[in-house]
């Protein structure tokens, strides 16, 4: 236990990451580098423009670095190509966005079943599983209803069950309490938190939002795409 | 959920958009069967009269042109002819001018040797040689008119200055010739007598003893008539239905073009519909690639949608074709449909269905494949800092 709480799930080695916007160049992340152990809730924060959001993305594979490397779970992601890549994520990591991206023509049980489709498991594998999910989110009895149905701090909750249902390594979760109001936010906040030590996942978070330092293992500052503090310490 | 759902739930998110697009698809289908029947019933009528034996001799210049009445005679004399007859236009109008309908002086005496064929019942043949204004009708036009056996009717000439009376007294079969009306030359001559008499012919048909003996009678009318004041065609019934209808085949090639254009003017709609989906989908495109969807199910589950919609169109527009073309002409049949005069005969094809519905599939398909692309290839990264 103690040796998985050293071993490193996340390594980013002297990451930069920039964007050409017009004639500029936009330096989103600048020779970054950190580990994250496993099992650890780590928020990111930062002012806007800060390199949070890019940092997320290349941790969930969703970006490549312009050098240096972010190897997760061992596997150092650039050296996969796109398909892999894909495939990683499907079965590595779970993803929470800021304004819940459900699909509108699912209802929550389907939303959540959607990324077992790519598993290949039998059909009534993949509703014990999502039922399961639903139920470790507490909306076991909504599972009938569609997003517009359900209540901003219920969306997301039903968000954080599709990002858990395939059981990843890692869940990363993009301002999950960004559009949310206080109650609602400390409740995620508060779910995100009991996954984390009820199931030992690895959860990175972007976040503004200061309720989440008191929710978290650590917190990792950037500022103008550099790491300003790496809450070592913390 | 399983993927099909996944792709019907997408199609039925806008459901008044889907069933529009879907119902514009199936009335061009609708109309891409009708006109690609046309060929074939076409084809089919020409099949279904064309003898292997039969000749006809016209004008060189036309079919609008006469040949003198002797010319019966010269080529009865050929060696190989079995029979020969003659067909003049008469041209005669039933009633009112839209009630024109193909109807020739002929004689009643080869009439079974020329047609034997047709199938005309004996006690018809034998009525029609003996009366004098007797009359053999086709089926179709027999319905169309609503006329009875022992009848008398008059047309009204409009090439000739004269009115015929005329008895029906047999029909001919639909499977011979469903439209035209036969009577008897010599009554058409003896009408004439005030006008000067009547010594010219429309066109003859002879009928070989043999299909061998064709190429031979070809050969020897040619060089009978090669000098004569009015030079002929001789050529097969098949030569002959082809020449007719090579001016429908222009107005046939009209038609396809006309609905080659409708086809591409659907598959603009259909694409426009399908690029809509996707460009209002980029989210969600970029949620299911951020989960670990590759390109490949993304472009499949919306290439589905397009085609998807393709397929039902194609359904509803072939088979309503085929049912009302169908219907139309079991009413033709019988009688009911008699006002859609040879439309009435125009019958489609299960393999004309079948063809609508594969291009239909392919409409859905080209219009989705663009669209479908460009969502698969979607920038995740870009698509999310859209969306945040």
Redesign the interface.
């Known amino acids: 236990m103690l040796y998985r709480a050293l071993l490193p799930m996340i390594e980013v080695r002297d990451v930069s990451r920039w964007y050409r916007r017009g004639v500029d160049v936009v330096h989103a992340l600048d020779h970054v580098s950190l580990h994250i152990p496993a099992g650890r809730f780590v928020a990111l924060m930062g002012p806007s423009g800060s390199g949070k959001s890019t940092l997320l993305h290349l941790l969930a594979g969703l970006d490549r670095p312009d050098s240096g490397e972010v190897i997760v779970a061992g596997e150092p992601l650039s050296q996969l190509d796109d398909d892999a890549l894909a495939d990683w994520r499907a079965s590595h990591v779970g993803l929470v966005f800021q304004f819940f991206n459900l699909l509108p023509v699912l209802n929550a049980m389907e939303n959540v079943e959607l990324p077992l489709l790519l598993g290949g498991l039998p059909r009534g594998e993949r509703r014990r599983r999502a039922e399961a999910a639903l139920g470790a989110v507490g909306l076991l009895h909504r599972r009938q209803h569609r997003p517009n149905e359900l209540s901003g701090g219920e969306q997301q909750r039903v968000a954080i069950a599709r990002a858990i249902v395939t059981d990843p390594d890692l869940l990363v979760a993009d301002e999950p309490t960004g559009d949310l109001d206080a109650k609602s936010a400390t409740a995620v906040l508060a779910l995100l938190r009991e996954l984390n030590r009820a199931f030992d996942k690895t959860i990175v978070m972007v976040t503004h939002d200061p309720r989440a330092e008191a929710f978290v293992d650590r917190v990792i500052r950037l500022d103008k795409g550099v790491l300003v503090d790496s809450g070592e310490a913390a | 959920?399983?993927?099909t759902g996944?792709v019907v739930?997408?199609l039925?998110?806008h459901p008044l958009r889907t069933a529009l697009t879907t119902l514009s698809v199936a009335l061009s289908i609708f109309l891409v069967c009708a006109v690609l029947t046309l060929p074939a019933a076409l084809n089919a009528l020409f099949e279904r009269t064309a003898s292997s034996t039969r000749i006809s001799v016209h004008h060189e210049a036309g079919l609008s042109y006469w040949l003198p009445l002797s010319y019966v005679q010269r080529v009865k004399a050929i060696p190989g002819v079995a029979a020969v007859n003659q067909f003049t236009w008469f041209g005669g109008i039933y009633d009112e001018p839209r009630n024109m309908f193909p109807n020739f002086a002929v004689d009643p005496e080869t009439v079974a040797e020329v047609w034997p064929d047709y199938r005309i019942d004996p006690g018809a043949l034998e009525r029609f040689r003996r009366i004098r204004n007797g009359a053999l009708v086709g089926e179709e036009t027999f319905r169309r008119f609503g006329w009875r056996l022992g009848q008398e009717v008059t047309l009204r000439g409009t090439i000739f200055p004269v009115n015929l009376t005329l008895q029906i007294v047999g029909v001919i079969p639909a499977s011979g010739n469903p439209v035209m009306l036969w009577f008897h030359r010599t009554y058409l001559e003896e009408a004439m007598e005030p006008y000067g008499g009547l010594r010219l012919v429309g066109m003859l048909w002879l009928r070989a003893d043999r299909p061998e003996a064709v190429d031979g009678i070809l050969r020897q009318v040619d060089a009978m008539f090669r000098n004569a004041e009015a030079q002929v065609t001789a050529e097969t019934e098949q030569a002959f239905f082809a020449s007719f209808l090579s001016s429908f085949r222009e107005l046939v090639r009209l038609v396809l073009a006309v609905g080659v254009l409708v086809v591409g003017a659907v598959v603009l709609i259909a694409a426009n519909t399908a690029a809509m989906g996707v460009r209002e989908r980029i989210?969600?495109i970029a949620?299911?690639?951020?989960?670990?969807?590759?390109?490949r199910?993304i472009l499949v589950a919306l290439l589905a949608e397009s085609t998807l919609i393709g397929l039902v169109g194609g359904i509803l527009g072939a088979g309503g074709a085929y049912g009302i073309l169908t219907a139309l002409a079991l009413a033709g049949k019988t009688g009911a449909g008699g006002f859609l005069g040879p439309l009435s005969g125009f019958r489609m094809s299960p393999q004309v269905a079948l063809q609508g519905v594969a291009i239909s599939v392919i409409v859905g398909f080209v219009a989705g494949a663009i669209p479908a692309r460009n969502g698969a290839r979607l920038n995740?990264?870009e698509a999310?800092r859209r969306?945040?």
């Open positions: 959920m399983t993927w996944f739930r997408n039925l998110r989210p969600e949620i299911l690639k951020s989960l670990g969807f590759r390109r199910p995740v990264v999310l969306l945040f």
